[in-house]
């Protein structure tokens, strides 16, 4: 079954304290992405990458860091999570304009 | 990247046929309309995608007109499950993002 797998689901953590949230991709894309939504906000990009070793900044990228080493997996790294990056994450591989979302991580920062 | 314009929301009730209209009046010539469905704390999916005229699949139908500057999702026979947020994106198929708006929350009831 074509899958987009984050984990983990849910979280909670102290400002200050290094997390990475996993994405994992069964299709083969070249395309993967990282959205958060917040509320009245809608999804925003925050990085994006269109191959192994190239990634990019969407349109949030301020405190994350993700990395793509092989083409199934893209993790999210929160190097100092805060408080305002409190927010519901979802991870994305895409081919042409069809995207495939995760089942999202809801991250409380406290 | 076009920006597009739908409805905030729209209220149907079981059986009916549901229309939302989305407007993109800057589209550009290789860009493509696809829109997605979410429900509340789940990630987008992919409903259906179209260039020009008509596009019909299992789910849904997808209206251009000529000028491509709006389309229109139809939604054939709605039920309770069909309350969702609804979004349309404009994109190239190949390009480095897909911009979701606010979309338009459908509500349907019985």
């Known amino acids: 079954e074509a899958q987009v797998t984050q984990n983990p689901r849910y979280l909670i953590t102290v400002t200050g304290k290094k997390l990475t949230v996993t994405c994992s991709q069964n299709m083969n894309h070249e395309y993967m992405s990282w959205y958060r939504q917040d509320p009245g906000l809608g999804l925003r990009q925050i990085y994006y990458?269109?191959?192994?070793?190239?990634?990019d900044k969407g349109d949030v990228p301020e405190g994350y860091k993700v990395s793509r080493k092989e083409k199934r997996n893209f993790p999210l790294i929160l190097e100092s999570p805060s408080p305002n990056q409190t927010s519901l994450y979802f991870c994305?591989?895409?081919?042409?304009?069809?995207?495939?979302f995760g089942q999202g991580t809801r991250l409380t920062v406290v | 990247l076009a920006k597009t314009t739908q409805p905030i929301s729209m209220d149907s009730y079981e059986g009916q046929e549901v229309n939302i209209t989305c407007s993109h009046n800057?589209?550009?010539?290789?860009?493509?309309i696809t829109w997605y469905q979410q429900f509340p704390s789940q990630g987008p999916r992919f409903i259906i995608q179209g260039y020009k005229t008509k596009v019909t699949n299992e789910v849904a139908s997808l209206f251009i007109p000529a000028d491509r500057k709006s389309s229109t999702l139809s939604l054939p026979r709605v039920s309770l499950s069909d309350t969702a947020v609804y979004y349309c994106l404009v994109a190239l198929r190949g390009g480095n993002k897909l911009t979701f708006g606010t979309g338009t929350q459908l509500k349907v009831e019985l």
């Open positions: 994305a591989s895409r081919v042409n304009t069809e995207a495939f």
């Open positions: 800057n589209i550009a010539t290789n860009d493509y």
């Open positions: 990458s269109m191959n192994v070793e190239v990634t």
